[in-house]
């Protein structure tokens, strides 16, 4: 059975306000004075923390970041990101990979598509593990290092109207970031083609926190207005059947339209939904968020192995 004391992070809501904030601090930290500071960076090699990475979806950015901070911080790393090449192409269920996997390290780390992820890590994980995406479902630690790089250019409290743009339904990055941004007061503007769009659960569940909500499909009705803007790439991994109708690409047009301090957004990989002719307009924090994502993920991961 798994100890209901682990400091497992699922989903967004699994870390308190002020556990949040701990975290940005830290990261900040590390950011401006580098990883010296690390609790684990004075210790005996030998006795090093090992982070598993167990990805059995296809990732550049988070697989390499989670590796990269753990290696900052003192760590050490194993795993896989092709589960073709593992016990799972034979039929071995999730329950038995986790509990292999914890034999040999201290937290582990994983993304995959099957949306009973978060239940099996939960009923049978006995150290402590960090989602690194679920299908379309969520994606946390993508949304804290978003909320963390639009932190480094405004208040939170100054911004008004987020604008979700793209393959909304299938978006697991879009799902935890409005998560986290959601308050009293905030408008959220969610622009797609119709079967695209976000469902009746989610409104619901955004206008519950005091949002705002609107729908479009038109991105012009909403681009003078918009303070961050988040840019979603067609999730054909996830298409049962292609869709009767696409999105228009964000490109530099688009930007004269907007707000001089507006932020734009992307998790990347982009697939021609974000012009690269945007890249040096400074409103582009794209590049700003796969380098905060070592930041982000080094200060996840030395909270999670020091409770």
């Known amino acids: ?3 209901t004391n682990l400091r497992h992070v699922l989903g967004v809501k ?13 990261a900040r930290e590390f950011k401006e004075k580098g990883f010296s500071s690390s ?36 760590c050490k790393t194993i795993g896989f990101d092709n589960p073709a090449s593992t016990s799972s192409a034979k039929g071995e269920q999730l329950e038995d990979t986790i509990k292999v996997i914890e034999q040999y390290a201290d937290a582990l780390v ?19 593990v960090i989602s690194a ?31 979700s743009y793209g393959d909304l339904a299938n978006s697991r990055t879009m799902f935890s970031q409005v998560r986290l941004l959601a308050r009293e007061g905030i408008t959220f503007s969610f622009v797609a083609p119709k079967q695209m769009q976000i469902n009746d659960e989610f409104v619901d569940e955004i ?44 490109n530099i ?17 982009r697939t021609g939904e974000l012009s690269p002719d945007t890249d040096d307009d400074p409103r582009s924090i794209i590049f700003d968020q796969v380098a ?16």
């Open 39 to 74: 609790v684990f960076y004075q210790q005996d090699p030998a006795k090093a923390p090992i982070v598993a990475l167990a990805f059995f979806e296809p990732s550049t950015r988070t697989k390499l970041s989670f590796d990269t901070a753990a290696q900052r911080l003192g």
């Open 207 to 250: 206008k519950a926190e005091g949002a705002q909500v609107n729908l479009f499909d038109r991105i012009d009705d909403v681009i003078e207005d918009v303070d961050v803007l988040h840019i979603i790439r067609p999730q054909k991994e996830r298409w049962d059947s292609d869709p009767t109708e696409m999105y228009s690409a964000i």
């Open 110 to 128: 994983i993304r995959r598509k099957e949306h009973d992820t978060p239940e099996v890590i939960k009923r049978v994980a006995s150290k402590p």
């Open 133 to 163: 995406g679920v299908g379309s479902q969520e994606h946390p630690t993508q949304a804290l290092l978003d909320v963390f790089t639009i932190k480094e250019r405004r208040d939170l409290e100054t911004i008004d109207h987020v604008v």
């Open 1 to 3: 059975m798994s100890d």
């Open 253 to 269: 047009d688009t930007f004269s339209r907007m707000k001089d301090d507006a932020i734009v957004l992307h998790a990347l990989p």
């Open 292 to 307: 905060n994502g070592v930041f982000v993920r080094a200060a996840l991961l030395e909270w999670i192995l020091t409770a």
């Open 14 to 26: 699994d870390l308190a306000s002020n556990e949040i904030e701990t975290i940005f601090y830290r």
